[in-house]
């Protein structure tokens, strides 16, 4: 055991030494580092704190700080006056609007209602189909002028019927569906057109009945992906109404009409009138067929 104390000891005083060294080495490097600090330039500024003080009292007293204010008021009056312009914005007015157009969403799922309820909303259906019909037709924008008979046209539509029979449930045939699928065919081809749902038969089958079958063509739309720009209600011997003239004059209006507004599409308008020439090939193509599945109104 003595044998390995000897030699032990000169090992332990080397490590010792060595770690007084590196502690000394450590701090001058810290004293260095203290010396190049900013914190001695900032020691003289200690006893300015106290003339510091006064200083806001003054400032306070001074211009400057006032201007400050009223920049800040000029600003937050601006703030305002720019707020309150965004606030009658036309989105407001038009969701107003298809609110008011849109009653027969609460009447989508099937089940017992009111009758006098759905009276008052096909009533509200048809005084707000005409207010739609002048809006729809102000904000088109028409891609090229069509004349019939020397005669500016407006606008036109395609328009096709799904005729019910008296008592008829909702639930449609295989007819009726080839009907729709042929409306919706043409929404996908035609993305300009705007589809026009109109109920009919009220004075015939009542309000309920009317509902029912108007839901039924909208749910089938909506299933298929088709956005019906319009759903509306009316009586047949409403003034407002265009009746279609192109079926037999003795039919119960008992169907629902869908109407392809082809007033920012006058380019199909003008070659299926056949007064247009000029058209484009996917018109051309397309127009053969629209003929024997729609009916052709101008105005």
Not at 2 to 28: C, G, H, N, Y
Not at 137 to 160: F, I, M, S, W
Not at 237 to 255: C, D, E, S
């Amino acid at each position: 055991m003595i044998t390995i104390d000897a030699p032990s000891a000169p090992f332990m005083i080397e490590r010792a030494i060595e770690k007084v060294q590196s502690l000394a080495l450590a701090k001058i490097e810290l004293n260095r580092e203290f010396a190049r600090s900013p914190r001695k330039e900032l020691e003289p500024l200690a006893p300015v704190a106290q003339p510091s003080v006064t200083l806001p009292a003054e400032s306070s007293s001074a211009k400057p700080e006032p201007k400050e204010e009223c920049r800040d008021d000029v600003l937050a009056r601006a703030r305002e006056m720019f707020g309150k312009k965004k606030e009658p914005e036309k989105v407001t007015s038009d969701a107003a609007a298809d609110e008011e157009e849109c009653p027969w969403r609460d009447y989508m799922n099937e089940g017992e209602v009111d009758e006098k309820d759905v009276d008052k909303a096909l009533k509200k259906m048809e005084k707000t189909m005409k207010m739609w019909e002048e809006r729809m037709k102000n904000a088109a924008k028409p891609d090229v002028e069509v004349t019939q008979d020397h005669k500016l046209l407006q606008g036109g539509y395609l328009e096709t019927v799904v005729c019910f029979t008296e008592g008829s449930s909702n639930v449609l045939t295989e007819s009726q569906e080839a009907i729709l699928r042929a409306v919706a065919a043409t929404v996908r081809m035609r993305e300009k057109l705007k589809l026009q749902l109109i109920g009919c038969g009220v004075e015939l089958d009542g309000p309920v009945a009317t509902m029912r079958r108007l839901c039924t063509v909208q749910k089938f739309f909506e299933t298929d992906g088709i956005t019906c720009n319009a759903v509306h209600a009316v009586k047949s011997f409403n003034g407002n109404f265009i009746r279609p003239t192109w079926m037999p004059a003795n039919q119960q209006p008992r169907y629902v009409l869908c109407r392809l507004h082809m007033n920012d599409d006058m380019e199909l308008c003008g070659h299926l009138l056949g007064t247009l020439f000029s058209s484009k090939r996917k018109t051309r193509d397309q127009a053969a067929w629209l003929k024997s599945n729609f009916e052709i109104i101008t105005y």
